[in-house]
């Protein structure tokens, strides 16, 4: 019975999809790689903030880089999370990592320049978005593709808040 339900949603998947919102939703497909997904966008994620963050960018340059790239991850995350939703009849499909990204990217606004930074950001965020402190699962509750975005944008203000007090009271320097 198990795999009829599976046949019938990937059948529905294949059938009806929405160009762009697949491209942005899905990160450009690091969501379809299965278990893990979230993850991989997250490291992927750091990887592009820290080549952007090598072009010799001042501090509040890259600041303002990073939080006009998380609000244009929401922004344009939101209609695409709950296009795909939609398509795939399910609530909050893996498949959508977009939130993923907009949440690490809130992790690592302001952080320093510093593998021990950047990594501890990466770390928090999973870490938040996984045990969904609140009112990160509540979140969840919310509409469509509001939802699918919000706990994790709620789990990148955590794990900010924390990055920013490990470099205030210099904990790894």
Do not use: C, H
């Not at 952007?52 to 995350?77: D, E, M, N, Y």
């Not at 021990?116 to 999973?126: E, M, Q």
Request: no cysteine; net charge positive; glycine share 10%.
């Amino acid at each position: 019975m198990t795999s009829q339900i599976e046949a019938a949603e990937a059948k529905q998947a294949t059938t009806r999809k929405t160009p762009w919102a697949w491209a942005t939703g899905t990160f450009f497909g690091i969501g379809l790689i299965g278990k893990g997904g979230g993850t991989v966008a997250s490291i992927a994620t750091v990887a592009i903030w820290l080549t952007i963050a090598r072009l010799q960018l001042s501090s509040s340059a890259l600041i303002g880089f990073t939080v006009v790239a998380a609000l244009t991850s929401i922004f344009i995350g939101i209609p695409a999370g709950t296009i795909i939703a939609r398509e795939l009849g399910k609530k909050d499909p893996s498949q959508v990592v977009i939130d993923e990204v907009a949440g690490q990217l809130i992790a690592l606004i302001g952080a320093p320049l510093n593998w021990k930074y950047v990594l501890a950001s990466l770390i928090l965020f999973r870490g938040f978005d996984i045990v969904k402190p609140p009112p990160v699962r509540q979140l969840e509750n919310l509409p469509d593709g509001t939802g699918i975005m919000m706990d994790d944008v709620a789990a990148g203000f955590y794990a900010l808040i924390f990055v920013q007090l490990l470099y205030r009271f210099n904990l790894f320097n």
